[in-house]
């Protein structure tokens, strides 16, 4: 099973910017996707943003195309969110989550069932 810790969020403007970090700690004998969730009040939980184990394969959501950059710092295993050009819409609790993808070491996950390990969340909230 990983850990998973965020940090990072906090209160920005709109057209602000913040980065979110996720640290992964724990034994696991399988390569596994990163990916960012979102969730504001009342909505479902949504993927932002996903990367490989490796780092080299990413995937982003339509409306955060341009704005949002996901990174993978392999040595730290710590995966980090770059949000740009921030909007109130943009306002949630982001979680770092984890795919298991086996031998699969360039392998992006964009469905959300295959995510296991979810870390606590941490705010974010733009103010317009």
């Known amino acids: 099973q990983v850990q998973l810790v965020e940090s990072g969020g906090g209160l920005v403007q709109a057209g602000g910017s913040l980065r979110l970090s996720c640290a992964a700690s724990g034994r696991t004998y399988s390569a596994y996707a990163m990916g960012w969730f979102r969730q504001a009040p009342g909505k479902e939980r949504e993927l932002v943003a996903a990367?490989?184990?490796?780092?080299?394969?990413?995937y982003y959501e339509d409306s955060v195309k341009g704005r949002f950059t996901i990174s993978k710092d392999t040595a730290k295993n710590t995966v980090y969110l770059q949000m740009n050009s921030l909007k109130s819409e943009d306002t949630a609790v982001y979680y770092c989550?984890?795919?298991?993808?086996?031998?699969?070491?360039?392998?992006?996950?964009?469905?959300?069932?295959?995510?296991?390990?979810w870390g606590q969340g941490t705010q974010v909230t733009v103010s317009s």
């Open positions: 990367i490989s184990w490796n780092g080299g394969t990413t």
């Open positions: 989550a984890t795919a298991p993808t086996g031998r699969d070491v360039v392998r992006v996950v964009s469905t959300r069932v295959a995510y296991n390990s």
